[in-house]
């Protein structure tokens, strides 16, 4: 069974410019998470999506966007990029919401200059 | 911002020693998991740990929760070199969801 799978993998970007990263869940998954992990902030919550629904959202400006499609692969954008906006950027499934396990992707890194 | 602290921040140990790493938090919880991550890449799930419970192992590890003092333990006993890692505890809040709010990790390094 495949693993949860996110491209790109690395990336590069200037400031201003806008990146999607995209997320594949594992077959059958209906739940995915996605998270920014940066040196300096550790492990935060971005948002969770369910069946195309956006169930939370962390706090994050509204340059950070998501969304699901009907076959659950998720996307998220981040707009008019900052430096501070460099980060691995990871994204979670699981089977449903309270499952309590995640499976991780091996992440996006971004770089902005 | 963390929930979670975690102690102590780094850890280093030779192969075959135990290694203890602890973490706080704040709020209530349904449940407490523990993740590892190899430098750079996906976390990985060890063990998930329900509000009611208060001590459960998996294969050479061994978690506790006392949830009067919001605190857990993660105990790996006769480590190995490819136990080098940086180890996370993660919280639910006590709401519904997938929202996780992570410690700032443990980065443990065994030596062979």
Not at chain 1, 35 to 46: A, H, N
Not at chain 2, 81 to 87: E, H, I, L
Request: hydrophobic content about 30%.
């Amino acid at each position: 069974k495949a693993g949860v799978t996110q491209t790109p993998r690395y990336l590069i970007k200037t400031r201003g410019q806008q990146v999607t990263l995209s997320c594949s869940p594992i077959s059958g998954h209906r739940s995915v998470s996605w998270y920014q992990q940066t040196p300096g902030q550790g492990l935060q919550f971005l948002f969770e999506y369910f069946s195309e629904t956006q169930r939370n959202k962390g706090n994050f400006p509204g340059r950070f966007s998501g969304r699901q499609f009907s076959n659950s692969r998720s996307e998220m954008n981040v707009s008019t990029l900052e430096l501070g906006d460099s980060a691995l950027y990871l994204c979670a499934s699981s089977l449903a919401v309270d499952t309590g396990e995640l499976f991780f992707g091996e992440g996006s890194r971004l770089t902005v200059l | 911002s963390q929930q979670g602290e975690e102690d102590p921040q780094a850890l280093s140990i030779q192969e075959g020693e135990n290694a203890t790493m602890n973490c706080s938090y704040k709020t209530s919880i349904n449940n407490l998991q523990w993740y590892r991550q190899n430098s750079g890449r996906g976390l990985v799930h060890l063990i998930l740990i329900r509000s009611n419970e208060r001590e459960k192992h998996s294969g050479r590890l061994r978690v506790t929760l006392d949830t009067s003092k919001k605190s857990s333990s993660l105990l790996i006993t006769a480590s190995r070199a490819a136990d080098t890692a940086s180890y996370f505890c993660a919280t639910d809040g006590g709401a519904a969801g997938n929202k996780l709010t992570f410690g700032g990790g443990t980065r443990v390094l065994v030596k062979p």
